[in-house]
């Protein structure tokens, strides 16, 4: 179900947009919704807020998830960064998970990459002690950059991505495997 945001100025309030108070993830970026509706399927203890920018690709993830009778997946349209900065509690967060956003490889725009320095601190914000960040790409520099920003972050140690996880895919995941592209993986947990 699509969450219309009241005001863009007042954080959500988790307990408000879910029907069970059950832990909280977020995906940023979801694409046509491949993960989201696939993970809130194998996990209903936990509740996963699904956040896209573009309109088209959230009304797919929300009839998919209808479909399916997700009660514990909800859906926002915002920018990822802004929604990270003002509007999520601050240590309300279990995971966060950022998979194939857009590498930005020309080097004059990868000022607009979403993970840099600051989204290191703003997701140490957002997450509870103990939360992680689960980031994928199929782009080497931009995998290069994410895992130096976060081990320049002494607020996160490495983390292991459970396999489990590992095995749900997006549809990106699945063209780039199809045309012999790997994915690269990391995960970060905060101190």
């Known amino acids: 179900m699509v969450h219309r945001l009241s005001s863009i100025l007042e954080p959500l309030e988790p307990s408000k947009l879910f029907l069970q108070p059950q832990p909280l993830e977020v995906e940023l970026g979801s694409g046509d919704g491949s993960f989201a509706v696939q993970y809130a399927q194998l996990h209903p203890e936990r509740n996963l807020l699904a956040v896209e920018r573009l309109?088209?690709?959230?009304?797919?993830?929300?009839?998919?998830?209808?479909?399916?009778?997700?009660?514990?997946?909800?859906?926002?349209?915002?920018?990822?960064?802004?929604?990270?900065?003002?509007?999520?509690?601050?240590?309300?967060?279990?995971?966060?998970?950022?998979?194939?956003?857009?590498?930005?490889?020309?080097?004059?725009?990868?000022k607009n990459r979403l993970v840099n320095a600051r989204f290191?601190?703003?997701?140490?914000?957002?997450?509870?002690?103990?939360?992680?960040v689960h980031l994928r790409t199929d782009d080497e520099g931009y995998f290069a950059q994410m895992t130096e920003v976060f081990a320049a972050n002494t607020n996160f140690l490495l983390a292991e991505s459970p396999a489990e996880l590992s095995g749900i895919r997006t549809d990106f995941e699945k063209e780039f495997l199809a045309k012999g592209v790997g994915t690269l993986r990391t995960a970060y947990q905060r101190r």
């Open 120 to 132: 290191t601190e703003l997701a140490r914000q957002v997450l509870v002690p103990g939360g992680t």
């Open 55 to 110: 309109l088209g690709r959230l009304r797919k993830i929300d009839r998919k998830g209808l479909r399916a009778g997700l009660a514990n997946l909800r859906l926002v349209r915002i920018e990822a960064s802004y929604l990270l900065e003002f509007l999520l509690p601050r240590g309300s967060i279990q995971a966060l998970h950022v998979y194939f956003p857009d590498p930005w490889p020309k080097r004059k725009h990868r």
